[in-house]
């Protein structure tokens, strides 16, 4: 397992670094595409570690959760422009909010279906922010997109604890079934017990939450479920459920996961509901297990090193040196982005 260390932090790039990150991105963006395409850039964007290692490279203090949004932030002013047939749609907060405007706005330039990818852009989020229910809560979302493929990259906080986690769901060219869908995700820490139901060993679990939902009978089970739990302090189960969603939810009759997941209201509360019901009144275990792939390590903030297995070290490395080379760079600007990854992946 890697391990990087991403502490919460709310602070923002100084404008004369925000320049030079977006200079220097461009330079790599554009050999990126030249040499490997649009898809492979949409690739290595879906790669926790690359995605890491970009930022290091192009001079943000690598160790900060801010690194996500500044990245994002980053590519948005590079990619979204004629130059390019990639896409960036979203960001922080607000952002986030009017990633549909957006969307729409460059599928009109580019000739493709936006509802299509405002669905997987609306599915992601809610997949993340109450399908895997992990303690942490969706602050950051950004879908990449081809006129063919498309990514997500979304960043989650535990506000509490003071930590953060970013979620790099695969590079798909239709819309997925909710199983499986991360490429990786990193976190400050392994979370002892989660709640996923978007993993395959959740698949029955899921059938059954579907079934009680199009059947009316979540209230009945609900009750019984409270009943269970009342002999056993240690098992949270939520008390706000939105009962004029699971209304909807019913009369909507949803055939599927995804379709039940963008009823509006149905949130974490009832989805941990109808994992626990499976699990102790049907006796259908979902998985507990947290699906994050690379943990960040425990340390200091400033120029902490992270350790990453050499395999990937030496991956990395070798892409990243290539791409350099290939810029227009000054020979000392060069060595400066790698001594930065360098010392990034120092262990």
Not at 91 to 117: C, Q, V, Y
Not at 121 to 148: E, Q, V
Not at 150 to 161: A, L, S
Not at 263 to 271: C, F
Request: some cysteine; proline content about 4%.
């Amino acid at each position: 397992m890697s391990e990087i260390y991403l502490p919460l932090h709310s602070g923002e790039a100084p404008q004369w670094l925000l320049s030079r990150m977006k200079k220097l991105a461009d330079k790599i963006v554009r050999v990126i595409i030249l040499e490997y395409g649009e898809l492979e850039f949409l690739r290595r964007i879906s790669d926790p570690i690359f995605f890491q290692s970009f930022s290091n490279v192009l001079g943000f203090d690598w160790n900060s959760s801010g690194s996500t949004t500044v990245l994002t932030g980053v590519l948005k002013a590079v990619l979204n422009k004629p130059d390019f047939e990639i896409r960036v749609a979203g960001g922080k907060g607000a952002n986030a909010i009017r990633t549909p405007e957006e969307i729409r706005k460059f599928a009109l330039e580019m000739s493709i279906d936006a509802e299509k990818l405002i669905r997987f852009s609306r599915l992601s989020a809610k997949a993340d922010n109450s399908a895997l229910i992990d303690g942490y809560t969706l602050y950051h979302h950004a879908i990449f997109f081809t006129p063919k493929y498309f990514t997500v990259v979304q960043q989650g906080m535990n506000p509490e604890e003071k930590l953060a986690r970013r979620y790099h769901w695969s590079v798909y060219e239709n819309i997925p079934e909710l199983r499986d869908v991360h490429s990786g995700i990193i976190s400050d820490r392994i979370e002892n017990e989660v709640v996923n139901m978007i993993s395959s060993k959740s698949e029955q679990a899921v059938e059954i939450g579907v079934d009680i939902i199009r059947d009316g009978s979540f209230r009945r089970d609900y009750g019984r479920l409270l009943s269970i739990v009342r002999k056993d302090r240690m098992i949270y189960v939520p008390r706000k459920i939105d009962w004029k969603a699971v209304e909807k939810a019913y009369q909507l009759q949803p055939e599927r996961f995804e379709d039940l997941l963008l009823v509006k209201g149905i949130g974490r509360e009832t989805i941990r509901a109808l994992a626990l019901i499976s699990d102790l009144i049907y006796n259908v275990d979902y998985d507990k297990q947290d699906p994050a792939k690379y943990c960040f390590a425990v340390g200091g903030k400033d120029g902490v090193p992270f350790p990453v297995r050499r395999d990937v070290y030496d991956q990395v490395i070798e892409f990243m040196h290539e791409l350099l080379k290939q810029t227009d760079l000054e020979s000392f600007e060069k060595r400066r982005a790698l001594e930065r990854l360098h010392r990034s992946f120092r262990t």
